[in-house]
């Protein structure tokens, strides 16, 4: 029967017998050429054949490959195949690719021309890029790591630029010809409300700033929510506020802070509260219980002035006769402006007799304010609505006055009385569907808040300077 149709193991045999046949001859052979080798000690003839031996065998494996090959392990054999490849091709840039954009960060203190002139732009160009409309008051008004892009051509010359003209509009200009030609990129923000709080250390702005508030969030606090319960002049280290805003997120990235929801500020031992609610089509900011924190008229309608003069009996500086003062004055320089002690009406606008240039406020409920001795008028006419803080003019000496200075009156009824210390009228809380309304927006504020304080002023002695946003 044929060796084959034994199969795999009858094979196996066969392949053994032959290698103990293999090795039997061998040594046989060995024996009789070297019958002392195995039995005795070698002697030098023995050493000399030994030596002999292997050099022939090394040689035999050098210069046959596939004997070579054959004493190596098979994990090491590999084989190299030539392949013929195709010719390589260069392919030139598809049209309307877009540009290579280099951007640049706009510095603290460097402007729009010394960015351009980095950039090997000329400002010929740059000031051709300002005549597009909308584009001056973007670019002229850059800050620190604004991002401006350049497409610069091989002979350096501009072929592209853009910017963000607003936080949710890119700009992309194309320069082609001596023609600039525009395209606006609409780019989605997502408004997200967020919760932050900060001790201060140094300073309330310093502390404002570390809890990310932008520098007009800050100024809302300060201006429009406390103003008329905290004097921040007074306002000590270890004191602390948090605030409820609006922040604007654009790919990702915060990009700005928005309105302020409510806040909280806390200094002398006592908490004060502001919730921001609209009434009547109008932002206002109202206490926890629904009170609003502007007071309907500020005492002094005149920033950094000095009290000259008091209400009451008095000699006259310039006819120097003894004469009721039915007001108080503030002296100022000329050119001061001088504000609207509350909303209202402009009852006059006008010359006066003694009084020179005067205007008169009518706030409702039968309270008047008047205002002399202007050396001009603000953008104010009769009938015109004006707004508590509103500039309605500047001081001035006209009529009878020795120098600059605001005389200043308050009439409740016709009748005068001292501005100092009469007791202003109570401006209306929300009431019924408002009220209710106004309650439902602030209870969530408000929780925040307290959430956060909670974490962060847990200890009795919290350390200074921390701040937090959630």
């Known amino acids: 029967m044929p060796l084959s149709e034994h199969g795999p193991v009858r094979k196996q045999q066969f392949h053994d017998r032959l290698g103990i046949l293999h090795d039997t001859l061998l040594h046989r052979t060995l024996r009789q050429r070297f019958p002392a080798a195995f039995n005795t000690r070698w002697t030098r003839r023995h050493w000399v054949h030994a030596s002999l031996f292997a050099t022939l065998g090394a040689l035999l494996a050098t210069i046959v490959p596939g004997f070579s090959s054959q004493l190596q392990p098979a994990s090491q054999l590999h084989a190299t195949l030539p392949l013929s490849l195709p010719p390589l091709t260069v392919r030139a840039p598809a049209a309307g690719q877009g540009h290579q954009w280099d951007v640049v960060q706009v510095e603290s203190g460097q402007t729009l021309g010394g960015v351009f002139e980095s950039m090997g732009v000329s400002s010929q160009t740059m000031h051709q890029i300002l005549e597009q409309p909308g584009n001056r008051e973007a670019l002229t008004r850059l800050r620190p790591g604004a991002e401006l892009a350049f497409a610069l051509g091989e002979d350096g010359a501009l072929q592209g630029f853009r910017f963000d003209r607003t936080p949710s509009q890119r700009v992309e200009l194309s320069l082609v010809g001596g023609k600039i030609h525009e395209k606006v990129l609409e780019r989605a923000t997502t408004t997200r409300v967020a919760v932050t709080s900060a001790e201060i250390d140094s300073s309330l702005y310093a502390a404002g700033r570390r809890a990310g508030l932008s520098p007009a969030s800050i100024a809302v606090m300060t201006d429009d929510i406390f103003k008329y319960d905290i004097d921040f002049k007074d306002v000590q280290p270890g004191d602390r506020f948090s605030a409820v805003v609006e922040e604007t997120w654009r790919e990702g990235e915060r ?23 609209e009434r009547d089509g109008k932002t206002e900011y109202f206490t926890q219980d629904g009170r609003p924190l502007k007071k309907s008229f500020i ?13 009451g009996a008095r000699r006259h500086p310039v006819l120097g006769k003894m004469r009721m003062h039915k007001g108080v004055d503030y002296a100022a320089g000329t050119g001061t402006p001088i504000m609207a002690a509350g909303d209202a009406k402009v009852q006059f606008v006008g010359q006066q007799r003694g009084y020179g240039n005067v205007v008169i406020l009518d706030h ?30 500047y001081v001035g000496s006209t009529g009878l006055a020795t120098g600059p200075h605001l005389h200043y009156e308050f009439r409740v009824n016709g009748v005068h009385r001292n501005p100092l210390s009469v007791t202003m009228p109570p401006p209306a809380p929300l009431a019924g569907a408002e009220l209710a309304a106004f309650r439902a927006q602030a209870a969530p504020a408000l929780a925040r808040i307290e959430s956060m304080e909670r974490l962060m002023y847990a200890s009795a002695e919290p350390a200074k300077g921390k701040a937090k946003r959630g």
């Open 364 to 393: 409702g409920r039968g309270h008047t304010t008047l205002y002399a001795h202007m050396s001009r008028f603000g953008k104010i006419k009769r009938g015109q609505q004006v707004a508590q803080g509103s500039v309605i003019g």
């Open 299 to 311: 005492r002094m309608p005149i920033p950094y002035a000095r009290l000259s003069s008091t209400f």
């Open 255 to 277: 990009i700005g802070g928005g309105r302020i929801l409510a806040a909280t500020f806390t200094t002398g031992g006592k908490t004060y509260t502001g919730f921001r609610f």
